[in-house]
């Protein structure tokens, strides 16, 4: 089915459709409607699951909105369907059975807004387990953010395998070292992982809802520090969303410098991957103690050209803060490529250790298919054979304008995840370059941030942040955010472990973890 074929059977499937200025298509469709249509979105069309989340819509006497955002990259639009819930019975069928990429987007809404998705697989809570009351639903809009809870004590079983010789290692939420606190329960056969099961969310901080009545100015602070390590990227998601709103075209120079600070976060955190994974990862310190050295570099190119050292506080509403000089613009080329030289005779050093090769090559294997279920986002999609990427799919910022194409691998190992993290940063400098070329010799240095008032309404804002897809969705009211959700690509893919480990053995999975290095703040908003 084409794209227009597909829209025109969804009009008549839908009680309203409109097109939004961002390219997102936007259909209500009745609660007895919705599952079919997500699933025939789904199953027979191909269309990748994004996005799900709830709305409490009960001051406008709508009850509670579910949401569902669909990808037709080809098109390079977003299609969301929506349906209205009763306030007093919310609830519908659920779409994990088909859509498995649905299943803890809708424990989310359960958790945090009280919507059941009746037959839901599993309908353990997967925010609030075990020390928050019960009954409890912190984005509905009478839930206040400075409630003070009872301590509670709900159970959360965990999965257990029976049988002689099977044994359950518990590791976490508190670990060695100075990561956040997650639970990992694997049962194993000897040292041979059967399953694994992963349980987070132990320092839900609320952001989506500290986001509620602030303006966008306010607001970007929070969502820079979603996740500390991917601060361009989450600002530059959040931004378009307002800008959509606004109606702002933001700067061509503004463009341009947007994609210069995305990929040299993209450079900097893919470079610390390869030394954690290859160096920490297995004992082959050269590659940590040198790859740590050079990030150390690019961590102080952010200082000179950020004013700190985790490159936030550039991407703002309406374009950036500054318009940086050809003099900055040249330091981050001339230390990236620097970076890159030595990074590259690093990773020739590490390809020739047959010893390293075999710790990464057919460890932790993801398989296409089950990329494909999760909806895996970014590299662990990528090395998998899943050609996505918001740059080329969804052009934003500059990549409209320049030329990229993405990569992928097919193995889906952990070798497979760091070689495309190598060819990644190889591409992360040709854009860096590029940008900075349009930058030099198209563009004004006045040039670099428009007006971006506030208006009410609701948009989409993406980026391809170093982990994956970021996909935001905002809704302002009285020139206020009335409900902001970010999704971090770390939510879709930390399920993945369950796929990941089991058949490899328990000294494996720091590797497997690593080659994902998922971020803990970034899903527990």
Avoid at 15 to 40: H, L, M, N, Q, Y
Avoid at 184 to 189: I, K, L
């Amino acid at each position: 089915m084409n794209v227009d074929e597909l829209l025109r059977s969804l009009a008549e499937m839908s009680r309203d459709v409109r097109v939004s200025a961002e390219g997102r298509v936007i259909a209500w469709v009745r609660r007895t409607d919705f599952p079919g249509v997500a699933t025939s979105l789904h199953v027979r069309s191909g269309l990748p699951l994004d996005l799900l989340f709830a709305t409490d819509d009960r001051a406008e006497g709508r009850g509670f909105g579910v949401h569902a955002v669909f990808a037709l990259d080809q098109a390079h639009y977003w299609l969301e369907i929506a349906t209205d819930l009763p306030a007093e019975s919310p609830w519908y069928e659920s779409i994990t059975r088909e859509v498995m990429a649905a299943h803890w987007y809708e424990r989310y809404a359960q958790d945090m807004f009280g919507i059941r998705a009746e037959g839901h697989p599993d309908d353990r809570r997967l925010v609030h387990h075990e020390n928050v009351p019960a009954l409890t639903h912190p984005l509905r809009k009478d839930f206040a953010w400075n409630t003070r809870l009872a301590q509670a004590n709900e159970p959360y079983p965990m999965g257990r395998v029976e049988g002689e010789g099977i044994f359950q290692i518990p590791v976490g939420p508190i670990h060695a070292g100075i990561i956040e606190p997650g639970h990992f329960r694997f049962n194993v056969a000897g040292e041979r992982i059967i399953t694994l099961e992963g349980k987070l969310f132990f320092t839900h901080k609320g952001v989506e809802k500290l986001l509620e009545g602030r303006t966008h100015a306010d607001a970007l602070p929070f969502v820079e520090r979603v996740s500390g390590d991917s601060a361009a990227s989450h600002a530059l998601a959040f931004c378009q969303a307002v800008e959509a709103i606004a109606g702002c075209k933001v700067p061509e120079r503004a463009c341009m410098l947007r994609v210069l600070a995305v990929e040299l976060e993209r450079f900097t955190m893919h470079l610390h991957d390869l030394a954690n994974i290859c160096g920490m990862g297995t004992g082959f310190t050269v590659m940590a103690a040198n790859g740590f050295r050079i990030v150390e570099r690019l961590r102080r190119l952010s200082a000179r050209l950020f004013g700190n050292r985790f490159f936030r506080g550039l991407v703002v509403p309406g374009g950036v803060s500054t318009p940086w000089t050809s003099a900055q613009m040249a330091d981050a080329v001339d230390t990236v490529d620097g970076a890159w030289s030595e990074a590259s005779s690093l990773v020739r050093l590490a390809l020739d250790s047959d010893t390293l090769r075999d710790r990464l090559e057919t460890t932790g294997v993801l398989t296409r298919d089950a990329a494909w279920a999760y909806g895996a986002k970014g590299v662990a999609a990528r090395a998998s054979g899943i050609d996505r990427d918001a740059r080329r799919n969804h052009p934003h910022a500059g990549y409209g304008l320049l030329s990229f194409s993405g990569r992928t691998r097919t193995e889906g190992d952990v070798f497979a995840r760091v070689m495309l993290r190598v060819d990644e940063m190889s591409d992360a400098l040709n854009l860096i370059r590029a940008a900075a070329g349009f930058c030099r010799d198209r563009t004004s240095e006045s040039d670099y941030r428009a007006d971006c008032e506030c208006r009410d309404g609701d948009a989409l804002g993406w980026a391809e942040g170093w982990r994956g897809q970021i996909l935001d969705w905002v809704r302002m009211r009285d020139g206020v955010i009335d409900r902001a959700v970010i999704r971090d690509p770390s939510f879709c893919n930390w399920p993945l472990f369950g796929e990941l480990g089991p058949g490899n053995i328990v000294p494996d999975f720091p590797l497997c973890n690593k080659s994902l290095n998922l971020s803990y703040s970034g899903t527990d908003l």
